[in-house]
């Protein structure tokens, strides 16, 4: 049963806001000494590029089997992926203390 509120409640209107583009975080590769159980996974996040806001509550977790991303005669081989695991493992070398 309604009953009037007095005064009103009043919500200001909220803005719209677009996010544009994906911001991609907690990159991590495990488990790659078992061909089965080797898994990427990533975080990507809306972000609006003007802002940089990112809209936490969309966040996407996706992970996959990592071995099939990189191995050229694999159905899921992407080239993209086995280029950046190759400058991942030239790079770390120089990296260490």
């Known amino acids: 049963m309604p009953v009037s509120i007095t005064p009103p409640i009043?919500?200001?209107a909220?803005?719209?806001?677009?996010?544009?583009?994906?911001?991609?975080?907690?990159?991590?590769?495990?488990n790659l000494h078992d061909p089965n159980l080797a898994t990427l996974s990533f975080v990507r996040t809306p972000?609006?590029?003007?802002t940089k806001e990112m809209l936490h509550s969309h966040a996407e977790h996706i992970s996959m089997p990592f071995w099939p991303l990189?191995?050229?005669?694999?159905?899921d081989f992407n080239p993209e992926a086995a280029a950046a695991m190759a400058a991942?493992?030239?790079v770390l070398p120089t990296l260490q203390p």
């Open 14 to 30: 909220v803005q719209a806001k677009t996010f544009d583009e994906w911001f991609f975080s907690q990159f991590n590769c495990t």
């Open 47 to 50: 972000r609006n590029s003007a």
């Open 70 to 75: 990189v191995t050229p005669d694999s159905p």
């Open 88 to 90: 991942v493992l030239n």
């Open 10 to 12: 009043t919500i200001p």
